[in-house]
Every structure is written in C-alpha cells, then in structure tokens.
T-cell receptor
Framework: AQKITQTQPGMFVQEKEAVTLDCTYD???????LFWYKQPSSGEMIFLIY??????QNATEGRYSLNFQKARKSANLVISASQLGDSAMYFC????????????????FGRGTQLTVWP | ETGVTQTPRHLVMGMTNKKSLKCEQH?????MYWYKQSAKKPLELMFV???????ENNSVPSRFSPECPNSSHLFLHLHTLQPEDSALYLC??????????????FGSGTQLSVL
C-alpha cells in the first residue's frame, strides 16, 4: 500500500489566490512526522513545513499552512496569496517514529503535485 | 555557500563508463543519503550513512557503490549502468537522531543520462 498519496498530478491557481494541495498518508505508528517539500525546476528539494502527529495545532510557516486532519489521515498544504515563484513540484512526505533503526532517513514520498501559478 | 552541494549537475555516460557523483554538506550533520528520482516513480531511498557507517542499502544493484569517507562527504560510484538508471540523483543530509521530526536537507541533484 502507498504510504503517501497525492491525487492531484497538476494544479493551477491564479496569482494572489490561495490553493490547497492534497495529501493522505497511511501508517499504524502513533508517532510520525509529515513534511512538505517544494522542488523547482532547478531540482533542489526545499523543506517547507513540518507537522508532528502529536502536535495539537496545525503548523504554519509564513504563507504555508498545513491542514492536519488526523482521523482522516490527511495533511493538506495550503498556500495563501500565491506568487509566480510558487510554480514548482510539491511533495508530501512522512517519516514514522524513532527507535526504528531501519527507517533512519526513510522519508516516504508521494508522487508530487505540479503547481502552476498564472498571472 | 549552499548547505548541500552536488557535483556534477549533469552527467551523460555510456553503459561501459565509470563515473562518480559527489555530495558535500556544510551543515554539521552526521547522516547522509542518496535518493533516486525517476520520472514515473516517487523518490526512492538508495543508501543511508549515519556517522560514516552504512545503515541502509535499499536493495540497490551493485553497479551503484556508495562511499562515505567522512561525515561531510558522500560519493556514489557508478559502473556499467543501464539506460533505466537515467534519473535525478539527490543527496541529502540530516542529524542522525532518528526522531520523526528530523528533516532532510537536499542538494540540487545530478541529472544522469545513460546512453
């Protein structure tokens, strides 16, 4: 089974509007972390935001916020006031709890969503 | 200077060539990783080094050979590759706490084409 599912291969949004990128995850581990990364055409994966499974509040980082719905196992990324520079590939990822030596560094990634911001 | 630097940015090689990818991190991390990003697949973890010791080899063919001489440098040695090995190879680093909130810092990748 897929650990991370991103159902939107592509999304379009007009500049200055908000956009939501969907992500659902699958784990039986009570302790896990959820990440969003941005990958522009240059190739570098840029960390955007993190949400821990025990965090009571949704994470926010500037224009990025994470809509964390634990019961539904979803961790959608909301980008407010989109900018042309936001056009990129966006990846949702998950790491399960510690004390699992074999999972050090094992970030499970989704297939990504290509976001295009138009003027 | 960026935190994680990869060279070369682009590489074209024949199936009989031997080449190496290099990764260097300036973040004081003690864990380093190689990921493969193909066009039609999610990112695949290839190798993990923690404190210069390989802790994971994710069923990667032996034509890929990693080397981690110290906590700041990571290499991926390539030999007799196949066309299906063409992909973006990403290096990443992190602290090796193993905590679920440990985020990875990535380089810009090496775009590899095997002819």
């Amino acid at each position: 089974a897929q650990k991370i599912t991103q159902t939107q291969p592509g999304m379009f949004v007009q500049e200055k509007e908000a956009v939501t990128l969907d992500c659902t995850y699958d784990t039986s581990d009570p302790s896990y972390g959820l990440f969003w990364y941005k990958q522009p055409s240059s190739g570098e994966m840029i960390f955007l935001i993190y949400q821990g499974s025990y965090d009571q509040q949704n994470a926010t980082e500037g224009r990025y916020s994470l809509n964390f719905q634990k019961a539904r196992k979803s961790a959608n990324l909301v980008i407010s006031a989109s900018q042309l520079g936001d056009s990129a590939m966006y990846f949702c990822a998950m790491r399960e709890g510690r004390n699992r030596g074999s999972t050090l560094g094992r970030l499970y990634f989704g297939r990504g969503t290509q976001l295009t911001v138009w003027p | 200077e960026t935190g994680v630097t990869q060279t070369p940015r682009h590489l074209v090689m024949g199936m009989t060539n031997k080449k190496s990818l290099k990764c260097e991190q300036h973040l004081g991390h003690n864990a380093m990783y190689w990921y493969k990003q193909s066009a039609k697949k999610p990112l695949e973890l290839m190798f993990v080094y923690s404190l210069e010791e390989r802790v994971e080899n994710n069923s990667v063919p032996s034509r890929f050979s990693p080397e981690c001489p110290n906590s700041s440098h990571l290499f991926l040695h390539l030999h007799t590759l196949q066309p299906e090995d063409s992909a973006l190879y990403l290096c990443a680093s992190s602290h090796s706490s193993g905590d679920s909130n440990e985020k990875l810092f990535f380089g810009s990748g090496t775009q590899l084409s095997v002819l």
